[in-house]
């Protein structure tokens, strides 16, 4: 556990997944050399399971229902796709990833690797805590659709123009005469995959038609969808904006997967910092009526510095890992992302 958590440490300082960056912020009485090695030995041959990272995530979560957002991310080391299934719980406006299936191939996932993700969350968060699944376009399909209706999980999920509806009409003839900022939707709920759900349709300002499928309420359906883009904030601060996941140079599945779930606790601390940052002094807003720094930022400058300067404050902030996020919420007056 000390190995796991100097690794952690020494990704929040480093601002990278290289094991070389990594060791150079590991105190150590050992060459770099020799720490860059331990490092890699790490993810080689133990590191934290999926399970252990859950045991820490999930006493995090706030009370009552959670939206959870399901997407994929990928990123390629010269030949070599590296390709994750990602399944995370809403929290403000960000995903905090609780479950992944590292994919062995590139291009979109399968039905089978899907359900058996939500299947293994289900075993340690039951159906009665989710309020919603979020998903895009490319997680679609009558198995998929059916499976998770048996499960009991509602679903908010955007549709392909070319999707049959009521198995006699595209959505793409559907909504032809809907004009940008405009809502349209279907007068009752259609057959969609099999299901009967409310089909929203709206068209973003740069002309692009978004459909979303939904068990929600029409009113609902919309103001829910836009908040996937919380996933997309996760991966900006998992990656180039951020941690620096693809720097890795490892490219074997399983090793990409103990890393990510290192990043995952990294994520969680730095938004749980953050949060109480924020409560404290809130962000000024710039003109534009966004804040100058998101949370998570925040809560990453705050980690960085106490872990460098060996401040005070350090244990007052590791111990908010034990302490549940406040109810989430998201600004309901940003636009529909696709």
Known sequence: MRCVAEVILGILQAESTLH???????NRRAT???ITRMVARMFH????????VQDILLPLLPPGKLTLVMDRTNWKLGQRSCNLLVLGVLIGNIVLPLAWTELDHSGNSHTYARMMLVGKLLKRLPAKRWAVL???REFIGGEWFAFLK???IR???RIREDTAVDDDEYVRDCFTSIQPGQVQTLFERAWVYGSPMHVVATLSPQGERIVVASDLSVWDTLSTYRRRWGIETTFSAMKSRGLNLEQTHM?????IGKLFGLLCIALAWMIRVGEEVEAEQPTRLKKHGRPAKSRTRRGYEVLSRAVRWASESFQTL???LNTPFSAPGADKTQPVRY
């Open 155 to 157: 679903r908010c999920i």
């Open 318 to 320: 590791l111990e908010l």
């Open 32 to 34: 770099t050399a020799s």
């Open 20 to 26: 070389r960056k990594i060791a150079l912020h590991i």
């Open 251 to 255: 490219t074997a599945p399983e090793r």
């Open 45 to 52: 041959d133990a590191g934290l399971s999926q399970q252990d």
């Open 150 to 152: 048996w499960k009991g």
């Open 134 to 136: 979020i998903a895009d």
